[in-house]
T-cell receptor, first 116, second 114 residues
Framework: NAGVMQNPRHLVRRRGQEARLRCSPM?????VYWYRQLPEEGLKFMVY????????ESGMPKERFSAEFPKEGPSILRIQQVVRGDSAAYFC??????????????FGDGTRLSIL | EDKVVQSPLSLVVHEGDTVTLNCSYE??????LLWYKQEKKAPTFLFML????IEKKSGRLSSILDKKELFSILNITATQTGDSAVYLC??????????????FGKGTLLTVNP
């Protein structure tokens, strides 16, 4: 499967625990984007990363949330000390690098995070 | 702040009907407008529009952009039950690299009854 791969598909955590969401971009894509979808809401941009660089994290809460896209391995969205309000679907998207402008973002199936 | 408004929020039609979904937007330094179809899982890319007045077409789906009036429409002709989904409109604004920082509308929930 050459698409955007996210895991796990479903994640259940208790309040105060940590959640780690993983995203492997499409083959050949070096730009990764994370979005959050709350019930009855549209997808909201959180963070945009390239390999080893955070380009724009303006949509990500300043506390408890962090993201990385290391040189090797998937992109990770990390939520520390989760609260009930973090329950949402988290989608990752990827697109090609600088040499391919005006290419659409392609999305993974998302991770459904539930906080007990 | 960039903004995307879709209408209607939901729509119920019978198989064979034609539907038009609307998307209006406000964005700084417009780059492109995209339509996605979301069933239970990943939003699936349909169209990217960058120029006014040029219709994009794929089978029974077509879309057009009006950059002067800041809106786009998505048409689906001869609807089928498999077209039932949430249709998302998104715009991208300023920023480097390829499509950057999409702002999404809340979507239109289309239900096609047999």
């Amino acid at each position: 499967n050459a698409g955007v791969m996210q895991n796990p598909r479903h994640l259940v955590r208790r309040r105060g625990q940590e959640a780690r969401l993983r995203c492997s971009p499409m083959k050949g894509h070096s730009h990764v984007y994370w979005y959050r979808q709350l019930p009855e809401e549209g997808l909201k941009f959180m963070v945009y990363l390239q390999k080893e660089n955070i380009i724009d994290e303006s949509g990500m809460p300043k506390e408890r949330f962090s993201a990385e896209f290391p040189k090797e391995g998937p992109s990770i969205l990390r939520i520390q000390q989760v609260v009930r309000g973090d329950s949402a679907a988290y989608f990752c998207a990827s697109s090609p690098g600088q040499g391919a402008r005006n290419q659409p973002q392609h999305f993974g199936d998302g991770t459904r995070l539930s906080i007990l | 702040e960039d903004k995307v408004v879709q209408s209607p929020l939901s729509l119920v039609v019978h198989e064979g009907d034609t539907v038009t979904l609307n998307c209006s937007y406000e964005v700084t330094n417009f780059r492109s407008l995209l339509w996605y179809k979301q069933e239970k899982k990943a939003p699936t890319f349909l169209f990217m529009l960058t120029s006014s007045g040029i219709e994009k077409k794929s089978g029974r789906l077509s879309s057009i952009l009006d950059k002067k009036e800041l809106f786009s429409i998505l048409n689906i002709t001869a609807t089928q039950t498999g077209d039932s989904a949430v249709y998302l409109c998104a715009v991208s604004g300023a920023g480097g690299g390829s499509n950057y920082k999409l702002t999404f509308g809340k979507g239109t929930l289309l239900t096609v009854n047999p």
